[in-house]
């Protein structure tokens, strides 16, 4: 019986493979065919969702469910597992959000996928006849129900499938649009400035306050930002830009995205210039000190295992500093994006009517959105490309920049104050210790007279 899982990454033919083994040692064909044949159509952060689930799957088995296989889960269980889980993403140091935000990430990262999963399952037709289906004709008894089968026939016969029992077990009461939204404000940025300022030192500090100007100052997603590279700021390919091209930002495609997202985060000067002194001060320091000769390149690695901080790693981090805080849940790092998004609206707006463009809610909420990295359609790009270019130069676009000037001068001045009060501390620590070995000194030479 299968009861716990073991996943291992293997290479073949330059393609990265997924293989599965139960506690002993024998191979589970069904997950890694089931990941083979979607990859062909999905994207690698779909792949990366739907092995979480499967992992989230046996694992549940192991513990909740021991003299349980796989091919016997049937609609009991599932609800049984989506409680769970609820119970595991709540209880994760990284969840920040309230019950219906839990219930969200529920339903997206582990029940769709693990439907998914024994969807393809029933298609196969060689592991179980009937695990999954729904029984309108009582013709079959379904141990999982779920009108995903139908769904496909409908859409195969260019006809409107029912989508109302696809997956029956979902927590319901859960709509995105009730979800709370936490938005930073201007004591809360003073409040987590401060408090990484005080309690982290040297590279580690550093890093944590440019990812956070970063968040604040562009609205990256802790996944592009975790991705970024030291070679995507060089002075040259900035000076290009902002000097000879007279450009308002600098646009970096980052590695990684949400969905495969390919647009680029914009990056004002005052950040370009920030990651520049970064990656002097710190950064090349850092490696040099540490002696990375494995190092990639990426410029926000961790100070205690040398590898790249990853966008969970990140979230992490951040979450257990406002937890500290005492911060409400739903109000974490991401609330610095939510922060950036409704400047940038209130930006948008009075450049929009400063410049006599549109001021209508749909125009500002594309330019916004722009400013966000979400997706927008092609044949709009030349339409916010001129907002931008036009826009650079209002009265709006310069207070904007000048308080975010402002915001990095007042986080300048707290990170040197306190620098130098380091300095001052260990300085005084070195004095006493003098003192100490002085008066050691003195007291031999006395006893030798």
Known sequence: MNKEILETK???????????????????????DFLIEEDKDKNIST???????????FKYINTREKDLTWLEINDYHIEKFRDWCLEETKADPR??????????????DFLMPIYAFYFWVQKQGKYHPNILGLNTEKKYSYQITSALLQKEMAISKNEKPNNTLLY???????????????SADEYDWNELINHIINNYRGYERASLLLILKIINDTGGRPISISSLLRIQFTKEATNKIFFDNKKSTFDVVPAKAKQGNTMPIKFPYTICSAIQTFIEDELNPFVDRNNLSSYDGHLFISPRNFTPLSAANIIKIFSEITTELE???????????HKFAQESHDKNLEIAIEQGFSADEPSVALKTQNDMTHKAKGSLDSYVDDRVRMGKDTEANKRELRIKELESDKTRLAL????????????????EEMAIEIARLKKELAQKK
């Open 416 to 431: 040197e104050t306190q620098k130098s009060m380091e300095l001052a501390e260990e300085q005084h620590k070195l004095n």
């Open 10 to 32: 293997v290479k073949y033919d330059r393609k990265e493979y997924y293989v599965y083994q139960d506690v002993n040692g024998e191979v589970l064909w069904a997950p890694i």
């Open 168 to 182: 029956p077990k979902l927590f319901k009461d859960c709509d995105k649009k009730s979800r709370k939204q936490e």
């Open 95 to 108: 969840h920040r959000g309230s019950d219906n935000t839990a219930k969200q990430t529920v339903n997206h």
């Open 327 to 337: 911060w409400p849940k739903g109000k974490s790092i991401y609330s610095f994006r």
């Open 47 to 57: 792949i990366s969702t739907y092995r979480k689930a499967i992992r989230r799957l």
